[in-house]
C-alpha cells in the first residue's frame, strides 16, 4: 500500500495563462493505493459526491492505464472540486505518484507529469500540465508543450474560495481567440517580471507581474464580487490579486505578516456581497510526498 499527499495547486497567476502554476502548502488531497486485479475508485472528502467512482470517468482512471497499474484506490479530497485550485489535478498528481511507487515503474517526477495531465484531461476536456506541474514537481512551475520548469520560491498566499462553482469548460469558453498586439506586450512584460520575481521569491516583484489584461477580464465576470474583493485585498496589503486558475477561487499574493488581514479582508468582501467563502493561509509548497509504503 502507498499513501501521497498532492498538494493544490493554482495555475495561470494572471500573466502565465496555461503556462504557469504554483504548489499550494494546503489544501492536499490523500491517495492511498493497493495492488487489485481490477480498479476501484472511493472518493471520501471535501465535494466527492460530485466525483464519479468509474475509472472510466474519474481523472485517476486514465493514469491507471497509461501506467498499466491496476488498484483499489481511495482519494480523500482535501481541494474541492470545481474551485480553481487544481482538485482533478491533485488527485491525478498523487495516483501518479503513488501507482509509480506501487509498482516499482521506476519514472521520474517529471516523466509522470504527462502522464498525470493524461487523467486532467478526463474532466477538464483539455489535457494542460499547469497544475499536475506544481502538484508533482512543487514550488513554481513554467510549463510548455515540450517541457517544465520548476524553482522553489518562498511566497505567502492567500486563496480565498467562494461556495460558487466554476467549470473549467464553462471557464475556457470566455477565453478571447485573439488578443491586441499591445495586451500581448503587455502580458509577456509581466510574466516575465512575475518568473523574475519568483526566483527571487520577492513578493513584490511577484504581484507586480499578475497583471493579465486578456484571458482574466474575461473569467472574473463569472465571479461575483471580484472586483470587490480584489480591492479589498489589495487595500489589506496584498503584493497581487488575481483569478486562481479558472476560477472561483481568487489568489493573492503577499508579503510576511500580511495573510491574516488579506485573508479577512477578502472574506468580508464576498459576504457583502452576499456570498459564502472560505479562506486558505497557505504558501507556494511542496509537491506530492509519499506519506506511508
Ligand atoms: N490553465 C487552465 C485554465 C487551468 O485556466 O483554464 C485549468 O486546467
Redesign the pocket.
Known sequence: MVTVRAPATS??LGSG??VFGAALSRPADVVTVEKAAETTIEVTGVGAQYIPEDPEKNTVGAVVEALDAPARIHIDKGVRPAS?L?SS?ASAAGAAVALNRLYDRGLSRSELVPIAAEG?AVV?G?A?S??VAPSILGGFTVTTTEETHSVDAAIPIVVCLPDVAVS?RD??RV?PETASMDALVETVGNAATLAVGMCRSDPDLVGAGMNDPI?TPE?ARLITGYDDVRRAAFDAGAAGVTVS??GPAIISVCRDGDRRGVAAAMLDAFADAGIDARAYQTRIGQGSVVLDE
Open positions: 495555475a495561470n495563462f496555461d480553481g487544481g489535478a486532467e477538464s483539455v494542460h499547469d497544475n473549467t471557464a475556457r477565453v484571458v473569467r486558475g479558472a
